[in-house]
């Protein structure tokens, strides 16, 4: 990250009013969100006349439906359920980056090679989605096809899934990020290597909203995600490590051998945050070919990135 990084979109007229515009905010339970809630706990939305009401969604069919239904007005998560929501024919848009997922192959004590899951059930969220077509392709690539070799099994976003893992002798694989990747360990579990390692570059979590809501609240928008940038350069600034290890602890309850795995893994380099949330556009390209080869959709062909994002909000908030 640049040591003198851009200026962020000012703060709005409402600040000096006293008046803050509520947005509210729907994620996964996470460690990917660490720089909302930096930023929340560092004031960068209230001084941009923002209130943020964080909303925790138990799996990704409810996060697309609600946003949808206009429960809430920003999704953070893996940047395919965007695309999966667009395909159904809902008008939404990603409008900026956050991660690569930092996603490992999870796997019980006694799977010690990815052939090992043959005859296996492998633990997922939303089965034509995301992590779950990553993991598909890993499996793929080494040989194994579902309904083939292996089923899926419904267990819900990553907490869930990791608790699932733990607790149930026949869900014997399953992508899992910090801290559950961490603490599952601890449990059990064990690796058989990261997304990254096993796939490559991968747009993971992003922010998405719907087209209409962004275009009539473009000024929001954008300082919503000068805020947002602002806590993900913190939570990447050295010299706020210190503070970042305390904020994962008591958010996600960690001890601090999980704390510190975490946060190592969010910064590493590839698999972890972007420096300013920053959108990757061939880690897009490979979502799209995951979904392209794992859906069969558009005759194995992938769509241009262009279809599904619209960056010009973040663009306006860094400059």
């Known amino acids: 990250m640049s040591s003198t990084p851009s200026p962020l979109h000012a ?16 994620v996964f339970n996470t460690s990917s969100n660490l720089p909302l809630l930096a930023a929340m706990e560092a004031g960068h939305f209230a001084s941009r006349g923002l209130r943020i009401e964080v909303q925790n969604t138990p799996n990704s069919d409810e996060q697309r439906a609600g946003l949808a239904a206009g429960q809430f007005e920003i999704a953070h998560a893996a940047v395919d359920n965007a ?35 043959r005859g296996k059930l492998l633990a997922v969220d939303a089965p034509r989605t995301a992590y779950a ?3 598909k392709k890993i499996l793929k690539n ?18 869930p899934r990791a608790a699932a893992m733990v607790a149930d002798p026949a869900l ?31 747009q993971a979590t992003g922010a998405y909203v719907m087209r209409s809501w962004a275009a009539s609240h473009a000024d929001v928008l954008t300082r919503y ?28 309850k960690l001890g601090d051998a999980v704390a510190e795995g975490t946060y190592a893994a969010m910064l590493q380099a590839g ?3 972007a420096p300013d949330a920053a959108f990757s556009l061939p880690g897009f390209a490979a979502v799209l070919a995951i979904r392209a080869e794992m859906e069969g959709l558009w005759n194995g062909q992938p769509p241009a990135a262009e279809r599904y994002i619209d960056l010009s909000y973040y663009r306006q908030a860094l400059a």
Do not use: W
């Not at 009013?17 to 729907?26: H, T, Y």
């Not at 024919?89 to 052939?115: F, P, Q, Y």
């Not at 399953?174 to 796939?199: C, D, E, H």
């Open 11 to 26: 703060a709005a007229p409402a600040e000096a009013a006293g008046q803050l515009s509520l947005l509210r905010v729907n």
């Open 83 to 117: 695309v999966a929501m667009a395909e159904a024919g809902h008008d939404v848009v990603i409008v900026c980056g956050g991660d690569a997922g930092m996603n490992e192959l999870m796997v019980r004590s006694e799977i010690n090679s990815i052939e090992d899951l």
């Open 133 to 135: 077509l990553a993991a």
């Open 142 to 159: 080494h040989g194994l096809l579902e309904g083939r070799d292996y089923a899926v099994k419904l267990a819900g976003g990553t907490g």
């Open 172 to 202: 014997a694989a399953g992508m899992i990020n910090p801290p559950f990747s961490f603490s599952v360990r601890a449990q059990g579990l064990k690796s058989l290597g990261s997304q990254y390692a096993l796939l490559g570059p991968y």
């Open 225 to 252: 995600l000068a805020a947002y940038v602002q806590g993900q350069r913190d939570v990447m600034d050295p010299a706020r490590r210190s503070d970042m290890l305390a904020l994962l602890a008591r958010n996600f």
């Open 271 to 273: 698999s972890g945050l």
